[in-house]
Nanobody
């Protein structure tokens, strides 16, 4: 399984970015796709997830109402739309895949990871 993130960059506080995660290498019907982020000196933290089949979602409390995770089955791509970004959300954002159907928010429970994309929010 290969996951490739894109869409990171520099944005002002209050701005928006859309991250993409292109997945390849297997069928994804029984997979949970997650977005995580890691700031310098901090642990990797959960942001959002989506069931590939069915599309149900779950968000960290800190991003509810501002971030939206979605997927395009035809393109095998997962997206993270991020609005009203804050400087403290500056981090490397990672896409991850968890095989199976049980939801999880802890990084060790994910099986595959992308290389990450940098998001920098200036104040």
């Amino acid at each position: 399984v290969q996951l490739v993130e894109s869409g990171g960059g520099l944005v002002q506080a209050g701005g928006s970015l859309r991250l993409s995660c292109a997945a390849s290498g297997r069928t994804f019907s029984s997979t949970i796709m997650g977005w995580f982020r890691q700031a310098p000196g901090q642990e990797r933290e959960f942001v959002a997830l989506i069931r590939w089949s069915g599309g149900s979602t779950y968000y960290a409390d800190s991003v509810k109402g501002r971030f939206t995770i979605s997927r395009d089955n035809a393109k095998n791509t997962v997206y993270l739309q991020m609005n009203s970004l804050k400087p403290e959300e500056t981090a490397v954002y990672y896409c991850a895949a968890r095989l199976g159907t049980i939801l999880a928010v802890t990084p060790p429970l994910y099986d595959y990871w992308g290389q990450g994309t940098q998001v920098t929010v200036s104040s």
